[in-house]
């Protein structure tokens, strides 16, 4: 069963970044996004990429500040954050950008504070 492990997370200060790294046990050749959860908010699509590395999309808290990528060789996908605000912090975790979602891994905490 797939599994998927999420890493990279930690604490930034507003405007400094982190990249977000998604490992995936099974090689697999589907949409994959990042989400992202804040206390007491539900889970948000944060960026999602295809099969071949394009297209992509970002919702618009993540447009000009977020790249997602990914190295279907090493099964990983990656999100890279640049300008971190106040309102990132959150849960971050990876899945199908569609369909029924593999079962969610533990995630990766953010934290953005100065």
């Known amino acids: 069963q797939m599994q998927l492990v999420e890493s990279g997370g930690g604490s930034a200060q507003p405007g400094g970044s982190l990249r977000l790294s998604c490992l995936m046990t099974?090689?697999?050749?589907?949409?994959m996004a990042w989400y992202r959860q804040a206390p007491g908010k539900e889970r948000e699509l944060v960026a999602s990429?295809?099969?071949?590395?394009?297209?992509?999309f970002y919702a618009d808290s993540a447009k000009g500040r977020f790249t997602i990528s990914r190295d279907d060789a090493k099964n990983l996908v990656y999100l890279q954050m640049n300008n971190l605000k106040p309102e990132d912090a959150a849960v971050y975790c990876c899945?199908?950008?569609?369909?029924?979602?593999?079962?969610w891994g533990q995630g990766t905490q953010v934290t953005v504070s100065s």
């Open positions: 099974e090689t697999v050749f589907v949409s």
């Open positions: 990429i295809s099969r071949g590395g394009t297209p992509t």
């Open positions: 899945n199908k950008a569609s369909g029924d979602v593999w079962p």
